[in-house]
Nanobody, 126 residues
Framework: QVQLVESGGGLVQAGGSLGLSCAAS????????MGWFRQVPGKEREFVAA????????DYADSVKGRFTISRDNAKNTVYLQMNSLKPEDTAVYYC???????????????????WGQGTQVTVSS
C-alpha cells in the first residue's frame, strides 16, 4: 500500500483560498488514481475530487465544481487540492486517498480506494 500524508489545512475566512498537499511514499503513485474526500462529524465521508494518473482526467463533486482544482506531480509523488471561494460548508477534515488505476473513468466512490491519509482539518469561518 501507499502511505499518504496530508498538509496545508487551517483556518480561513469565507471567500478565501487554501491549498492542500498529499505526499505519497512507499510506492510511486504514477499508476494510481488519487482522490480527495472530506468528512464532518456525524456524517459520512464524501467525495470531493479525483484525478487519473496522467492528470488529464479529473472529476469533482457538484458542490465544489468551479471552486476547487485537483492536480498532481508524479515526479514529486504529490497530489494537490487548490480550494478557492471557500464557504463555511466546506469545513471538514480532508482526506487523501489512492488506488491502482483501472480502465475507465477516475474513481469517485469511497469504497474504490484502499490507501488513506490521516486527514487535515479545514475550517472556514463566516
Amino acid at each position: 500500500q501507499v502511505q499518504l500524508v496530508e498538509s496545508g489545512g487551517g483556518l480561513v475566512q469565507a471567500g478565501g483560498s487554501l491549498g492542500l498537499s498529499c505526499a505519497a511514499s512507499g510506492r510511486t503513485v504514477s499508476r494510481y488514481d488519487m482522490g480527495w474526500f472530506r468528512q464532518v462529524p456525524g456524517k459520512e465521508r464524501e467525495f470531493v475530487a479525483a484525478v487519473k494518473p496522467s492528470g488529464g482526467s479529473t472529476d469533482y463533486a457538484d458542490s465544489v465544481k468551479g471552486r476547487f482544482t485537483i492536480s498532481r506531480d508524479n515526479a514529486k509523488n504529490t497530489v494537490y487540492l487548490q480550494m478557492n471561494s471557500l464557504k463555511p460548508e466546506d469545513t471538514a477534515v480532508y482526506y487523501c486517498a489512492a488506488r491502482l488505476t483501472l480502465l475507465g473513468g477516475v474513481a469517485t466512490k469511497l469504497s474504490a480506494y484502499d490507501s488513506w491519509g490521516q486527514g487535515t482539518q479545514v475550517t472556514v469561518s463566516s
